[in-house]
């Protein structure tokens, strides 16, 4: 007779709430982020997306560097470049269908453009003009956002509310590293496993939140382990290889779609520029770092997939330089031009219904704007 | 033509009627926010809107209001009227940056293109006997954020009225409940609900020619009973119940205070950065001439909300209201 | 040969930031909650241990009874009850050493006057007198804490600074499983975690959020499954099990204070009182639910485990039913009299400076209660 | 006796001095935020300090303000001084629940025993060409939160007396620096850094007699531009500096009211609801007899911060502070 079944009556059980997990999703993510590039899945990979996913690479690497010295050239008040991070932002373009939603970080231009939205209006808010420059609706692709991590929400709920009226709608949701450790990427990402809503989170793991390092930002095994604790599957990939973005961003995709909820991907990145034109990298990362990323620039390694596979000969090869660089050719010249911004539009958009003190304030700045002209004018005051 | 037959309501029986017609009127309007299904609210305002409606238009979220109201933004991204209910004044706060940074300029961030038209309950003030974070008046922090309407009622008719006007609106409103006014009751008539005054309209709840005390929400039955017992003192006394903070009504409060020449804003909110303070200022900058004595406060106290067992001395009451009456220097006029 | 060595030079690396894990500790928490009582191990028990919770688990059963009894004498404004989670309040306490310190939720007046907290002075702030009745400080109990999780960051910042200042201190922090879901549970879960503090984090997941039940609340496995993604060990326990909880979280104290960084637990327990006092749990719950749960009682196992063991004779049981006896007469006595407050109080601790505004507020009401006396005493006003 | 040589200092200088010597001064000074360690701040104000005092004194905080603030209260409670840098004015707002909740009034909950010396410092108002979040004035809020003292140097020996008086305060502390004196430079003997003011005392800047203009922060360079500019126009304008909004020094500026007779309140936050509505009816109400004319006030408009290209047609200029100078019914005097 063992010890318990002495004790007769009172054996063990759970308390009643508890309930064994049936679900078979595995918990935890992959162990070792997941890679096409350079593997046997690779020759599986469709030539069409690959030549697509290169272009936008090329284009966006072309991108980054023109911004950056627009900015040198005074013309962009800031910018924060993504190069060496291209794979992700093209590939999260690309896993959307044209009637889903992206919800950018301030970092993600490029997905933006990718997305379809003018390459200058992408760029208003950067240049100091108005806060957002691109219609929202017309791509589907909210306003870039400053304040970290509070975009995620707003793709939830658009996600769910998307669902609820029935339309097949994916909302795709980019934050950074150092944006996991807001309150609101903890929110959204409960808010969606709750609901079942149609929205994958895709957060950019570039090693930095402008100077602090991964470490001083987290102690988990990795970012994307962060899913088990909401319930939704999490997804480890390499965010440099741009196959393996797009295929796992892909699939979350269309698992939202059919109605098996959100993900969360963690794409591990490097971001090979400074955190904005305007910051010093020298103070806080020494450069055999940044070398060693360089040898595993995402627009290498597919081009090595490319060759291998036949795919990059020199005519395809050559259409996508001259693409781009007539995209740089035109984003030099559109943005040479200084845009004409109306200050009294300052009053217009605050409400729907406009205000006593916002009219008598649109009267003010007038009158002063009128005497301005006056004096410019060389009239009386 | 057949007569209606005008019932006593409560404020809280008002409110839930109204967001009933509304979600009825407009299958965009959605009610979120903790407790707000199964249970009705802790102030029993979405009673039966669950069971109604079902959980997706009356939805009980997890416990997290910077959630609720980022979610909340995303749905009226995609078209819905969502309606958010914060469960006390002071558990508002973890929403304050989706609040100030994204609801109050996603239009005006667009241009006009993405309007986010999101009605925020929020109950507020105190005199219910609340634990502390359960009696706060936060309407200071409303105001000072351009982008947001800031409505309260102070009665049965208005709390119906201006609460869907509210949610009609394509701007985003803060809708403050007074919670001591929740039980308040007065004859209304179900079937003339949206027959008051728009958001943006002050109203005069008694007329008078001494002086004229502005005010709004839970201190508005206090200043009408001020005034009654002014009669007493002399002091004829004109009562104006905002309504909405912004917009401010300008034109009614200074037509008021044009006539009769004195003023004294009333409050419970802190008074030191207070609605007060720039009620009493643009008062002063349009009616300078016509004022005989400076614009006084009455407000809350510049303390954290004060336990229960003390909160009566914080509240402005009726005497202290007419204290201040006394302060407008009427030795002036002798 | 094959396709991967026909591939040649470019085999597929992991990018360089990825670390594979070392750490030995399991990442995901127990399966199912964790049990003592009725299983072999409760041999193991330390009488004396079991005997000392038996007793404040008595108490603190009585404790709630009394003071909901003094919520309709109109005595107390409002009562939150922890009937059913003695287990979690009691062994909370325990865990700790006098030189710890607590951070209470709401609901937690068990576990604060289980620190030796006076139990009237920890009613101060529910019974309408001031917010906080006793001396954080005498006994390291942080004030109850109303705005659900802000508690939490407050205990990593103690613990982190007394670590920092080399003092052997560990901070235990509760919250329930609806405030899981705020922003500052992951905030705070995540700073203990990079900055190893040693803190313990309780979670009492007693099935809902006043109405809201948890399925609503989140869709993880497991409340304790949310360690994984801070990289902190979690552990799911039967809350009603007093010598479980009080064996996991003394195992996470110890760990804590030994430099290994904090620990999340989960115990699953119930609410067996409504929300509050105030609350009508009819209009969420049936009866059969509560029936099941009250059959799962935590003094009822603890008492099975100590007649078995021969630890609960006549003698033993009658002191521990006086002594709560004697600690309810008390409360009823001490709580029948009205408390005294100065109104002049109020302006008193707001600033240590004190401001020339509150001087002339002060001076206000003190004039007016002088003219309230004058009125009352029928002197002329 | 040696004498030091007085030499130029820009206000980022002048703040790191301050947080080096209080570091030096007081073990339990700690400084924390995102970035403060390794870059030394997105402002450089940290810079060296974690070199200096090791990364457990100046410490890179995980990216999250509500945690940066709320574990600072923990540190707090177990004695330190914490000095927590928000990176930017609207990156503050995550953490306002804390702030309002328990910063503010810890203190007043525990009846003084559990007092809260933390320093919030807060780079604010615009002016710098900052895209949309980082130019917001968000001292409205911070004002109307009982509990809190809100300082803002405009000087260089301010920047520096200020922050160590606010660091040494047992009171927590909005410390508001004016992005755009950053980099202003004045000469300032490091020597005697903290024979300023105390927080609580407004200074005169600039002594006249035909108004004064009450300000603070970022508006005060304004404003002793505007009253140089004013000669030309023929007044003699008084330029009062607030230095600190809570407390608020009601003796210096209404004493220059009372001289001066007329005033406008200048600052850049949004006007309604902002600062000037305070400042001007708690100057009306004490000098209301001494007033040729309605205080005025000059402010941002009621709109979210525009966008860099449009910010000189938001932040009040000389032009729009002579234009309302013109308003004070000068004909009246005549
Ligand atoms: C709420 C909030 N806090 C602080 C900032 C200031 N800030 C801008 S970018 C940045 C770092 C972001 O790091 P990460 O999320 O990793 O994105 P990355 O820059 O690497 O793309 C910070 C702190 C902000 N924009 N929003
Ligand atoms: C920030 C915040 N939001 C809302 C509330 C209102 N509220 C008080 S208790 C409660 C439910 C708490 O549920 P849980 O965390 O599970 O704790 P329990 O009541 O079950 O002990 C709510 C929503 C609050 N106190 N704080
Ligand atoms: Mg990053
Ligand atoms: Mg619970």
């Known amino acids: 007779m063992t010890v318990m079944e002495q004790r007769g009556a009172y054996r063990p059980s759970p308390p009643p709430a508890w309930q064994p997990r049936t679900d078979p999703t595995p918990l935890l993510p992959d162990e070792r982020p ?36 627009l900015t040198k050239q005074g013309r962009l008040a800031v910018y924060p470049s993504s190069t060496g991070q291209e794979a992700c932002e093209v590939a999260a373009a690309l896993a959307l269908e044209e009637r889903d939603w992206l919800f950018p970080s301030y970092r993600d231009t ?37 304040p970290l991590a509070t975009q995620l929400p707003h793709a939830v709920g658009l996600a769910h509310a998307a669902r609820l009226k029935g339309d097949d709608v994916v909302a ?55 899913a088990v604790g909401y319930g939704m599957p999490g997804r480890l990939v390499d965010g440099n290889d741009a196959a393996a973005v797009h295929e796992v961003l892909a699939a979350a995709v269309r698992r939202a779609r059919e109605g098996g909820g959100p993900t969360l991907v963690e794409a591990v990145t490097y971001r090979i520029d400074a955190h904005t034109n305007a910051d010093d990298a020298t103070r806080y990362r020494g450069d055999t770092e940044v070398d060693t990323w360089r040898e595993h620039d995402p627009i290498v390694l597919l081009e090595r997939e490319l060759t291998h596979r036949g795919l990059l000969d020199e005519d395809f090869a050559g259409r996508v330089r001259e693409d781009a660089e007539a995209m740089a050719a035109d984003l030099r010249a ?30 003010l700045l007038r009158a002063e704007l009128e005497a301005e002209q006056q004096d410019q004018e060389g009239g009386p005051r | 033509m057949t007569t209606v037959a005008v019932k006593p309501a409560t404020m809280a029986q008002a409110l839930t009627r109204a967001l009933r017609d509304a979600m009825t009127a407009d299958p965009s309007v959605h009610v979120m926010g903790e407790d707000v299904g199964t249970l009705g609210g802790v102030f029993r305002v979405t009673d039966g809107l669950a069971k109604e409606f079902g959980e997706t238009r009356c939805t009980d979220t997890p416990l997290a209001e910077a959630g609720i109201l980022g979610t909340a933004v995303g749905m009226a991204m995609y078209g819905l009227r969502p309606v958010v209910e914060m469960q006390f004044d002071a558990f ?19 241009r006009g293109r993405m309007p986010l038209p999101i009605t925020v309950r929020v109950p507020y003030g105190g005199g219910i006997g609340g634990v502390e974070h359960h009696s706060d008046s936060s309407e200071a922090y409303y105001m000072a954020t351009p982008g947001l309407h800031v409505v309260t009622p102070a009665t049965v008719a208005d709390a119906y009225g201006l609460l869907r006007r509210a949610i009609a609106s394509d701007d985003p409103v803060v809708f403050l ?10 004859t209304w008539n179900p079937e003339h609900p949206t027959d008051v005054e728009p958001i943006g309209r002050a109203v005069v709840r008694r007329t008078g020619r001494s002086a004229t005390l502005i005010t709004y929400g839970p201190s508005v039955p206090v200043c009408l009973e001020a005034a009654e017992a002014a009669h007493a003192e002399g002091w004829d006394l004109e009562v104006v119940d905002l309504r909405s903070l912004v ?11 044009r006539r009769t020449g004195r003023a004294v804003v009333v409050h419970e909110s802190g008074g030191f950065g207070g609605p007060g303070g720039e009620i009493a200022a643009r008062v002063t900058e349009r009616c300078f001439h016509h ?19 003390l909160e009566r001395h914080h509240l402005p009451g009726v005497d202290r209201i007419l204290d201040a009456v006394a302060r407008l220097q009427w030795e002036a006029e002798g």
Request: contains cysteine; aromatic residues 10%.
């Open chain 2, 177 to 186: 409940e007074p919670k001591r006014l929740y039980w308040s009751k007065d």
């Open chain 2, 247 to 257: 917009p401010f009504d300008d034109e009614t409060v200074c037509a008021s205070v």
């Open chain 2, 291 to 309: 004022l005989e004595a400076p614009v006084l406060r009455v407000a809350g106290f510049d303390i954290p909300y004060p336990p229960p067992m």
């Open chain 1, 172 to 226: 795709l949701a980019m934050v950074g590293d150092g944006g996991t450790s807001e309150g609101d990427f903890h929110e959204a990402l409960n808010f969606a496993a709750v609901w079942q809503a149609p929205v994958v989170f895709l957060v950019q793991n570039n090693g930095f939140a402008i100077s602090v390092p991964l470490a001083k930002q987290t102690a988990a095994p990795s970012l994307a382990h962060k």
């Open chain 1, 334 to 363: 559109r943005m040479n031009r200084d845009p004409e911004l109306d200050p009294m539009h300052l009053f217009d958009q605050v409400y729907a219904e406009t205000t006593g003190q916002l009219r008598e304030q649109r009267a």
């Open chain 1, 110 to 146: 490029l997905a933006v453009i990718a997305r379809g939205v003018d390459p200058v209006e992408a760029l208003t808010l950067l240049r100091g003009d108005w806060h957002t420059g691109y219609d929202p609706y017309a791509h589907r692709v909210a306003p870039l956002s400053t």
């Open chain 2, 92 to 110: 508002a706060y973890p929403a304050f940056e989706q609040l100030i940074s994204h609801v109050s300029r996603m239009r005006n961030r667009t």
């Open chain 1, 34 to 69: 997941y890679r096409v590039l350079g593997t046997e899945t690779a020759a599986e990979a469709d030539p069409e997306l690959l030549r697509r996913l290169y272009t936008q690479l090329v284009r966006g690497r072309r991108y980054n560097a023109q911004a950056t010295a």
